[in-house]
């Protein structure tokens, strides 16, 4: 039995979490995954995944980074891949790197190492795109967290990003529709006692009361696990 336990050692300190990812989306999306800090990416730095559909990554311990999805995507005669929210501007189905490009929903992990605790987030800092939630499996003092609300259905015109039809498809943050300090936390605002809610990021936090809603919203918005894997999900 001893010979038999060693190599399900090596596996587990190599691999902190699967994440699953599920689309419940009514469309097809189009998940894109960044590795933070200069780490190696994952297995996987893009993929498609149809209404109903599941798929898997593993990520090593004390890994680092965010997931999103994409939408409205499509190659076009050229072969080059590009997508209507959340692209990622690698003219492929993987982003080979490349984070989203805003107005995108994330949801950010730093995962522990050594049975420290994970640290997650769903963020709307950049924007919104489509609902996203993360929710632990198995592991200890657990939460989820997610953005399961239409924002684009209360996105004012000033930060509606429009598609083809005329509808709303994504949300823009009022730092990046207005480039201010006061909504970007620069400058003057750089701080957590200069940099308040805004009407706009009042918005966000209204819809989703569990997501950052602009880069300091920490208290309500940071959630913790110790040793799970993960379901993510988009469209919850």
């Known amino acids: 039995m001893t010979g038999m336990k060693r190599p399900l050692n090596i596996t587990y300190s190599v691999f902190s979490a699967t994440f699953t990812f599920k689309n419940n989306c009514p469309y097809t999306v189009w998940p894109g995954t960044l590795t933070g800090g200069g780490g190696s990416q994952?297995?996987?730095t893009g993929f498609e995944l149809g209404t109903g559909a599941s798929s898997s990554l593993?990520?090593?311990?004390?890994?680092?980074g965010r997931f999103w999805a994409r939408t409205g995507c499509s190659t076009d005669s050229s072969g080059k891949f590009t997508c209507a929210t959340a692209d990622c501007g690698s003219g492929q189905i993987a982003c080979n790197g490349a984070g989203a490009i805003p107005p995108a929903t994330?949801?950010?992990?730093?995962?522990?190492?050594?049975?420290?605790?994970?640290f997650y987030d769903t963020s709307?800092?950049?924007?919104?795109?489509?609902?996203?939630?993360?929710?632990?499996?198995?592991?200890?003092?657990?939460?989820?967290?997610?953005?399961?609300?239409?924002?684009?259905?209360?996105?004012?015109?000033?930060?509606?990003v429009k598609g083809s039809n005329g509808s709303t498809i994504a949300c823009k943050s009022a730092c990046l529709a207005f480039n201010q300090p006061q909504y970007c936390?620069?400058?003057a605002y750089?701080?957590?006692?200069?940099?308040?809610?805004?009407?706009?990021?009042?918005?966000?936090k209204n819809a989703c009361p569990q997501a950052y809603s602009y880069a300091y919203d920490d208290k309500s918005s940071t959630f913790t696990c110790t040793g799970a894997n993960y379901l993510i999900t988009f469209c919850p």
């Open 42 to 44: 994952l297995s996987s």
């Open 58 to 64: 593993e990520a090593p311990a004390s890994w680092s």
């Open 106 to 118: 994330l949801i950010e992990f730093t995962l522990g190492t050594g049975g420290a605790q994970d």
């Open 124 to 160: 709307l800092v950049d924007g919104y795109n489509l609902p996203m939630s993360a929710t632990p499996q198995g592991g200890s003092s657990c939460s989820s967290t997610s953005c399961p609300a239409n924002v684009n259905a209360v996105c004012p015109p000033e930060l509606s």
């Open 185 to 187: 936390c620069t400058g």
């Open 190 to 204: 750089g701080s957590p006692q200069t940099c308040l809610p805004t009407n706009y990021s009042k918005i966000f």
